[in-house]
């Protein structure tokens, strides 16, 4: 199982915090860095950093780990403009830059900064069509005609060494539809087994149908990992994150179980982490929704010692 952090700017943080963050993953040995794209959270406002633009800044400060965007929302730019953007960073990564899009969907961040927010029906077309987009710019010299988008049959220079397309999102038809089609990864948040099940039958029928091989799909999960090092330390841990959901601790565990999401003393931790590999999942992605000074690197040490087995 491949491993990464993925970390909330929006909730607050700064550039400095975010490149101790990115090169204390890299040292740790982790696979991947993701970070969100928001430019306010829904709650409160607090200093936030643009998503692509530090991504150039850690570009430079790191040599092997893989950087992601979880995800751009397709209504902050054009398609030309994240096709562009995306072969910069690959250029700057080295081919270690992975490009996720998606719909958009914070309302509240769109509203309040005077961004239009589409519905859903037009979001999802025009995600379609930036997803085409990019397969054009990024490769097939063909150009792309849509109903709010176009590129011209040009070549799109340079072109990218490998930039990895992970589409992300909820939904249960368009979104794994997609996925299938045009994904190097798919990407959820931590859910039942009921539902990855047929988020991923929809996805790698998607894929059959285009004539990719689904298994070159990468599937992967972002979501807490609820670790301690002893059962007293746990139970201590499940009393308090419970509290916060409004939950007791019996039925807080009940939930981290029903959504697969890893918990437990390490060994349990881990048990968890192997059966998500077994049901197909190739990365799991440590999400912290938290004030970037707030993130506990030696906490998180812990935990992915525990993820490892």
């Known amino acids: 199982m491949e491993l990464g952090l993925m970390v909330e700017p ?13 090169l204390w993953a890299e040292d740790q040995g982790l696979d991947a860095f993701a970070r969100s794209d928001h430019y306010l959270d829904q709650e409160r406002s607090a200093p936030t950093t643009d998503a692509l633009t530090t991504l150039g800044g850690l570009a430079e400060a790191t040599d092997t780990i893989q950087l992601v965007v979880l995800v751009t929302p397709i209504t902050f730019r054009h398609p030309a403009v994240i096709a562009k953007t995306a072969t910069t960073l690959d250029e700057m990564t080295g081919g270690r830059f992975a490009l996720g899009v998606g719909t ?6 769109h509203d309040m900064l ?16 930036t997803l085409s987009y990019l397969h054009a710019a990024f490769g097939t010299s063909e150009g792309f005609a849509g109903d709010y988008y176009s590129l011209a049959p040009i070549d799109v220079l340079p072109r990218p060494v490998n930039v990895p397309i992970v589409i992300g999102g909820s939904g249960m038809k368009k979104t794994p539809t997609y996925a299938g089609r045009f994904a190097d990864e798919y990407n959820m948040f931590v859910t039942d087994s009921e539902t990855l099940d047929r988020r991923l ?65 390490p060994a349990q931790a ?21 004030h970037l000074d707030d993130i506990d690197t030696d906490e998180l040490s812990s935990v992915f010692r525990a993820l490892r087995g």
């Open 270 to 290: 881990a048990a968890v982490i192997t059966d998500l590999e077994e049901m197909g999942i190739g990365r799991f992605y440590v999400q912290q929704y938290a």
């Open 201 to 265: 039958d929809v996805m790698r029928t998607a894929a059959a149908d285009a004539g990719r091989d689904p298994g070159a799909v990468k599937v992967s999960l972002a979501g807490p990992a609820v670790v301690a090092a002893t059962d007293h330390e746990y139970a201590t841990l499940l009393a308090e994150r419970g509290s916060k959901r409004d939950m007791g601790a019996s039925e807080y565990e009940t939930f981290l179980t029903e959504r697969n999401i890893p918990h437990g003393v």
């Open 114 to 129: 005077g961004m239009d927010l589409p519905e859903l029906g037009e979001r999802f077309d025009r995600f379609h069509e």
């Open 104 to 109: 958009g969907w914070m309302k509240g961040e």
């Open 10 to 22: 929006q909730v607050g943080g700064s550039y400095a915090r975010l490149r101790e963050l990115v």
